[in-house]
């Protein structure tokens, strides 16, 4: 287990995220306690890749066993602020997984620009 820093104070999420404070939300002890109990109920493995669950518009090419990294809210947390702890708004996913739900994978694999001048000294 991760060893954590002691809770400083309790602190009203919901009113922190309202006004944009996320940051300080996945910085924060409490966040640590809800995803080690995410991970640990899936098992420290991508749900995205075992094919138990999918957002609607993202599949996976194929199934295989992947070591989740990551924790996804299902409802973001700027919808729905309440459920920011809620560990039934929650999956693992491993980071290429996270990234496929999220659309960045696109800009990965972006081309280099050529250069137009080929320097000579």
């Known amino acids: 287990?991760?060893?954590?820093?002691?809770?400083?104070?309790?602190?009203?999420?919901?009113?922190?995220i309202v006004k944009g404070n996320t940051d300080k939300f996945y910085h924060s002890t409490d966040w640590d306690i809800a995803r080690e109990k995410v991970l640990a109920r899936d098992k420290n493995?991508?749900?995205f890749f075992l094919g138990k669950w999918s957002d609607g518009r993202h599949k996976p090419n194929k199934y295989k066993i992947v070591k989740a990294t990551m924790v996804h809210h299902i409802i973001a947390i700027k919808e729905r602020p309440d459920l920011a702890l809620d560990i039934?708004?929650?999956?693992?996913?491993?980071?290429?997984?996270?990234?496929?739900?999220?659309?960045?994978?696109?800009?990965?694999?972006?081309?280099?620009a050529e250069?137009?001048?080929?320097?000579?000294w």
């Open 1 to 16: 287990m991760k060893k954590r820093r002691a809770r400083r104070k309790c602190v009203d999420w919901e009113k922190e």
């Open 45 to 47: 493995t991508c749900q």
């Open 88 to 112: 039934n708004n929650m999956i693992s996913l491993s980071f290429e997984a996270h990234e496929i739900i999220e659309d960045r994978i696109r800009f990965q694999y972006r081309k280099k």
């Open 115 to 120: 250069i137009l001048t080929k320097e000579m």
